[in-house]
Antibody, heavy 120, light 109 residues
């Protein structure tokens, strides 16, 4: 069965960096686009970034441009989110999600999330 | 600044029918927006319900259906059950980037 397990969250100070990981299993990781989605405490979902199956195409939301980088290692079945210059408003639960078989825009499986807290 | 708008809250009686909508500030939502719908209950990860406008996942109950309605994406729940009380989010595609709506809090009362 499909499993996505996020890790790497924690409490950090503003301006610092953090790298999140998402370990995938139960499907051919190298065949699917992957997403990061976040949710601030008590707030709605925010789409963060997408990477194509082979890593050649990436998109991200305006609020993280130039600070966050999505990447993947298909040999390790792992998705990453490198987060630099962190701000308090980046605080929240970060989920990785798998893109669908027909198009990456269809999110079909989600992990349980990892909590990032940015505070001085 | 693109905005995706959903009803903040709706209330429905058990056994009733309710339609949630999802509008885009850029214009009409079409099938090329590949609307997705997700259900989220407190303390849980979102659960996918509908993809590409109207397609159900293997786990999606039959009472949930997706469509396009008057330039918006729509999620209809027919024969609502108490366990359908949750937050519902739509997700639209914008040629690469994607955006969630603000969510609809559905109360079953």
């Amino acid at each position: 069965q499909v499993q996505l397990v996020e890790s790497g969250g924690g409490v950090v100070q503003p301006g610092t960096s953090l790298r999140l990981s998402c370990a995938a299993s139960g499907f051919t990781f190298s065949s699917y686009g992957m997403h990061w989605v976040r949710q601030a405490p008590g707030k709605g979902l925010e789409w963060v970034a997408l990477i194509s199956y082979d890593g050649s195409v990436k998109f991200d939301t305006d609020s993280v441009k130039g600070r966050f980088t999505i990447s993947r290692d298909n040999s390790m079945n792992t998705l990453y989110l490198q987060m630099n210059s962190l701000r308090p408003e980046d605080t929240g639960v970060y989920y990785c999600a798998k893109g669908g078989p027909r198009r990456a825009a269809d999110l079909d499986y989600w992990g349980q999330g990892t909590l990032v807290s940015v505070s001085s | 600044q693109t905005v995706v708008t959903q009803e903040p809250s709706l209330t429905v009686s058990p056994g009733g029918t309710v339609t949630l909508t999802c509008a885009s500030s850029t214009g009409a939502v079409t099938s090329n927006s590949y609307p997705n719908w997700f259900q989220q209950k407190p303390g849980q990860a979102p659960r996918p319900l509908i993809y590409s406008t109207s397609n159900k996942h293997s786990w999606t109950p039959a009472r949930f259906s997706g469509s396009l309605l008057g330039g918006k994406a729509a999620l209809t729940l027919s024969g609502v059950q108490p366990e359908d009380e949750a937050e519902y989010y739509c997700l639209l595609y914008y040629g690469g980037a994607q955006m969630f709506g603000g969510g609809t809090k559905l109360t079953v009362l």
